[in-house]
């Protein structure tokens, strides 16, 4: 299986910040990558989808880039809502679609 | 509007079986690939099982394996899950989730709230 390794596991941030999380995969995965945010109490939410596509309804503030076995998510001006976990997720090839760890990202 | 609605969980011993529902509605249901995606307490999303839209392919996490089947009713707009041999690491929060195309490796774009399966004794 292919394994998502995210980087951080936690951070800190201000409102207004420009923040980025990083993603590796075991493997090249090509663009099939996909990010979602995670609040808790609610339901996953699709942010970016084939690394860089922004989901239809997700701020522009949020992006994402990379390929084969390196992978961001930017985002560039923290919003108070934007204070979640975010996971990365692969959906190259055969199952199981394997997500990272998750980043939690909190209010410093 | 999508709505994915789970039910089903509950209280179970180790070693015992329970079978998981997802009744979907706002979409074409067999036109679309579903999974299940669980989060343990205090742990991250672990992609569980998926299923195409017609039923005909499933995948499985190697944790369930062998214990765990999907499956789908596409006259019913229903998915289910059904689960047996529970261990005390099945202890969960069990999503529902409709896959943004007819190919279960795709990215999610619909979740429900979840249905809690505890397993313990």
């Known amino acids: 299986d292919i394994q998502m390794t995210q980087s951080p596991s936690s951070l800190s941030a201000s409102v207004g910040d420009r923040v980025t999380i990083t993603c590796r995969a075991s493997?090249?995965?090509?663009?099939?990558l996909n990010w979602y945010q995670h609040k808790s109490g609610k339901a996953p939410k699709l942010l970016i989808y084939?690394?860089?596509s922004l989901q239809s309804g997700v701020p522009s503030r949020f992006s994402g880039s990379g390929s084969g076995t390196d992978f961001t998510l930017t985002i560039s001006s923290l919003r108070p809502e934007d204070f979640a976990t975010y996971y990365c997720?692969?959906?190259?090839?055969?199952?199981?679609?394997?997500f990272g760890q998750g980043t939690k990202l909190e209010i410093k | 509007e999508v709505q994915l609605v789970e039910s089903g969980g509950g209280l179970v011993q180790p070693g015992g079986s329970l079978r998981l529902s997802c009744a979907a509605s706002?979409?074409?249901?067999?036109?679309?690939?579903m999974t299940w995606v669980r989060q343990a307490p205090g742990k991250g999303l672990e992609w569980v099982s998926g299923?195409?839209?017609?039923?005909?392919?499933?995948y499985y996490a190697e944790s369930v394996k062998g214990r765990f089947t999907i499956s789908r009713d596409n006259s019913k707009n229903t998915l289910y899950l059904q689960m047996t041999s529970l261990r005390a690491d099945d202890t969960a929060l069990y999503y529902c989730?409709?896959?943004?195309?007819?190919?279960?490796?795709?990215?999610?774009?619909?979740w429900g709230q979840g249905t809690l399966v505890t397993v313990s004794s």
């Open positions: 989730a409709k896959v943004a195309e007819r190919r279960v490796t795709a990215p999610i774009d619909y």
């Open positions: 706002g979409f074409t249901f067999s036109s679309y690939a």
């Open positions: 299923i195409s839209g017609s039923g005909g392919i499933t």
């Open positions: 493997q090249s995965i090509s663009s099939y």
């Open positions: 084939a690394a860089s």
């Open positions: 997720q692969q959906t190259y090839s055969t199952p199981p679609n394997t």
